[in-house]
């Protein structure tokens, strides 16, 4: 390990001993690359790596954090498993979920999948209405399982509330019917493990003997609790966040979580680190100047050495499509002039569907990219069913997928008949599978129908047998030809091409389970459900290419770094967005997003804006963000979409977005 590439504060981090150790620092200051050489110190000293917990926020981050650790080992010793919180709730489970009542074979139930669940027990609660917003209810419910509480139906002024606390308890009873349980549950469900289960705690205790968490500023209420009962009162733990970096305060996230740190571990060590390794000093003094803005927070002295470097630019564009346009046509000369590669551009905006324009500008530039955080693969229809299958076969008692695949593709099996089963499972309290093998005495079934379900069982009871570990894979790719997956998908749509892209997405999964097994020769279907639900959740896709350009979120975009990073959109009701705006502290999450945008630049940042932009398929006139207004002026370069950059008339163009200009800077 050369340690020679460390500063001394970040030394120190990396060689403090035992007890607790909190790195608490600014965006670019090498928090993540100090927690990488501390993993690897530790293991070069020989604590194995099966005795220390290493937790990143998203399945990516885990990824980079263990690739980061491997090179720094160079071949002597290997990284332990990094894991997410979640996945890391997964290993506990899958060992001792019994303990809580349910089977180790549980399936993951994932928003779509809960949502179903949600509008059943709404139906049976009879609290029917055409208009219900399932998706609020499993929101407020989310919440407050973060919160580690039950959901709280307020006075009874607020209907969702309401609603939400009284379906609360059926919603759970139907999870635990099923043998499922929902994201928040693979966190609460290990915490209440942890604190039930005395024997189990011990045994988790004596594997995370070194904890050590990334983007600490991130971790909700159930998250702490479980790192605080896993490092006990005395224990080693080290981690590292960024207050001002904390923008998940919407999923429950905690910010206080890291100054109530020090309160819990008082001989915490603290450690500082102020200088950038990663942005020019423009850019800081820019991200800076927009931060500071926020009340109450801890004033930063970030500094870098990296130069002045090219001031930020604001670039006004006269409507969206011209925005993509100029910013595409930015990303090509910066690649024709060779400064740069495709893969080295970002372009981040505040929600998923500002996207599509320059998906589109980009396609027409011939430019690769990728946009993570997309459509994700494990999203897609013909890729659910496959997984519905895979699912039923694991645990068959996992009613969502069994009525997702009961008549895909159509076998006859109609609605009614469904109905009627589901009917008689609820009634006599069984699970919808045992009710589905006696269905010729299920009232109102027919002899025909009847068969249609029991052949159809038979026919899953001998596919379950083909799944063994090693040959999971082949098993599938003789699922897919024998229920007749792909010609099912080939009937459905009329446009061939289409067809193929589907078939070849459900191909997609077959490689899946061939490249998993390879890693994980032992593994059974369980364990590759697990992983790929979790890997289908988060803000990611593919890994980019060094040649394709990067679109994604601000959100998705957190500890990662560009060397040209282009922010899209700086409009009032956009960023900061109009919605989260609302909620208390509400305009300070924004700006701290805005903030983690801005420090992911390396070499240049443009800013762009918008005098109008179709939004929910309306026009709608824009107005510059008022964070544009907080851009200190010696740090910026104001700049107009030029004609040349974007379609339509060059002088009508040319005067709208001079207009702006000069409305921005009588803001400034
Ligand atoms: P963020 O707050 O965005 O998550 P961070 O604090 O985790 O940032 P890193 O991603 O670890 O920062 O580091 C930022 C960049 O600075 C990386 O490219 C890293 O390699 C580089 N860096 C960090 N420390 C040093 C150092 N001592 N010498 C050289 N480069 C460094
Ligand atoms: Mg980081």
């Known amino acids: 390990m050369d340690a020679s590439r460390l500063n001394p504060r970040q030394k120190e981090a990396v060689f403090h001993g035992d007890g607790p150790l909190l790195i608490v620092a600014g965006a670019g200051t090498g928090k993540t690359r100090t927690l990488a050489f501390r993993i690897a110190r530790l293991v070069s000293d020989g604590v194995p790596p099966d005795q220390i917990l290493a937790v990143a926020f998203t399945n990516k981050a885990a990824d980079e954090l263990r690739g980061r650790v491997r090179s720094i080992l160079r071949g002597k010793g290997s990284p332990p498993p990094i894991s997410t919180f979640h996945s890391f709730g997964v290993r506990v489970l899958r060992q001792d979920a019994e303990r809580l009542g349910f089977k180790r074979n549980f399936t993951i139930y994932d928003t779509s999948d809960q949502l179903s669940v949600m509008r059943e027990v709404a139906r049976e609660s009879h609290v029917v209405g055409r208009d219900l917003d399932a998706k609020k209810l499993l929101w407020i419910i989310s919440r407050a399982k973060n919160d580690g509480v039950a959901p709280d139906p307020g006075d009874g002024s607020d209907e969702y509330r309401l609603l939400a606390a009284q379906l609360y308890p059926r919603y759970a009873a139907a999870l635990r019917a099923y043998n499922a349980l929902d994201f928040d549950d693979l966190l609460l469900m290990t915490l209440r493990l942890f604190r039930d289960e005395e024997r189990v705690l011990r045994a988790w205790k004596k594997r995370a003997r070194h904890i050590l968490v990334d983007e600490f500023q991130d971790t909700n209420h159930v998250q702490y609790d479980l790192v605080r009962l896993l490092a006990g009162r005395s224990g080693n733990l080290t981690v590292v966040g960024d207050d001002d970096q904390s923008i998940y305060g919407w999923r429950g996230a905690a910010p206080g979580n890291i100054h109530g740190f020090v309160r819990d571990w008082p001989q915490t060590k603290v450690i500082t680190l102020d200088q950038n390794y990663r942005s020019t000093c423009t850019i800081l003094t820019a991200a800076n100047a927009v931060i500071e803005n926020n009340p109450h927070r801890r004033p930063k002295n970030l500094w870098s050495d990296l130069g002045e470097g090219v001031p930020v630019t604001v670039l006004a564009c006269r409507a969206g499509e011209d925005e993509a346009s100029a910013v595409v046509e930015r990303i090509v000369s910066l690649i024709a002039e060779k400064r740069c590669r495709g893969g080295d551009c970002a372009v981040m905006f505040r929600t998923n569907a500002q996207s599509r324009l320059f998906e589109d500008a980009l396609r027409r530039a011939g430019l690769r990219y990728v946009v993570i955080g997309g459509m994700r693969f494990y999203d897609r229809k013909e890729v659910r069913d496959l997984v519905a299958y895979l699912s039923c076969l694991h645990n068959p008692r996992d009613e969502v997928s069994l009525l997702r695949i009961l008549n895909y593709p159509p076998r006859g099996i109609g609605r009614e008949t469904v109905h009627r089963l589901q009917a008689a499972s609820l009634a006599g309290g069984r699970p919808l599978v045992e009710v589905m093998k006696g269905a010729a005495s299920?009232?109102?079934?027919?002899?025909?129908?009847?068969?249609?379900?029991?052949?159809?069982?038979?026919?899953?009871?001998?596919?379950?047998?083909?799944?063994?570990?090693?040959?999971?894979?082949?098993?599938?790719?003789?699922?897919?030809?024998?229920?007749?997956l792909e010609e099912a998908l080939l009937r459905s749509v009329k446009d061939r091409d289409a067809g193929h892209r589907k078939v070849e997405n459900v191909r997609e999964v077959v490689s899946a389970l061939a490249a998993f097994e390879r890693g994980e020769p032992r593994a059974d279907l369980g364990d590759y459900l697990a992983a790929a639900n979790l890997s289908g959740r988060e803000d990611e896709s593919e890994e980019p290419a060094a040649d394709s350009v990067v679109l994604l979120t601000v959100h998705a975009a957190k500890g990662l770094e560009f060397r040209h990073a282009f922010l899209a959109g700086f409009e009032e009701g956009l960023f900061p967005h109009e919605r989260s705006c609302l909620a208390p502290g509400g305009l300070e999450e924004e700006r701290r997003l805005a903030y983690v945008g801005m420090t992911r630049a390396m070499e240049s940042l443009t800013i762009t804006y918008t005098g109008e932009r179709t939004r929910w398929a309306r026009e709608v006139v824009c107005e510059p963000s008022r964070f544009l207004a907080e851009l200190p002026e010696d740090a910026v370069r104001f700049e107009q979409a030029s004609a040349a950059e974007g379609p339509g008339d060059a002088e009508d163009e040319a005067r709208i977005a001079g207009e702006y200009l000069a409305r921005i800077r009588s803001r400034l």
Do not use: D, I, K, Y
């Open 442 to 484: 299920v009232e109102g079934v027919a002899e025909r129908q009847a068969g249609a379900v029991t052949g159809f069982l038979a026919r899953v009871e001998e596919m379950r047998r083909w799944f063994r570990p090693g040959s999971l894979a082949e098993a599938t790719r003789r699922l897919v030809g024998a229920v007749g």
